[in-house]
């Protein structure tokens, strides 16, 4: 779990996301409302709902382009219970939340890259479930 997990107020401009997520060379923000997550900004949301829109990102707000309402998991939960969700959802992102604090990040990548026994929990599942079409790139590199 990425514990120092960059964050966004979701009222901020898709300018200043874009301008924090290439300051940090990162994929997602977590989007804060008072201090607790309300929702993740991908790139993947970028492309679709700014770009793909042709929304001015000096006036779009996080808050009107990010995935919402946000999947969470929680720091106690087993790693494959984490990976079911992710599957489920069809996300590679989950903030990990305990009582609306966030304490961290799992990402599908980072769990494949350094966690050896996950490459046999995710092969199984990509075998018995539909890999979901925006994680099979994924799960083809590093499972294939």
Known sequence: MIKDVVTIDEEATVKEAVELMNKHEIGCLVA???????????????????????????NTKVSKVMSKPIVVGKPKMEVEEAVRLMFKMKIKKLPVVEKGRLLGLITLTDLVRFQPQMISIIKKLSINELTPKRMKKVVDYYIA
Do not use: F, N, Q, W
């Open 32 to 58: 804060m409302k008072k201090e607790k997550p309300s929702g993740i900004l991908t790139e993947r949301d970028l492309l679709r709902r700014v770009l793909g829109k042709s929304k001015d990102p000096e």
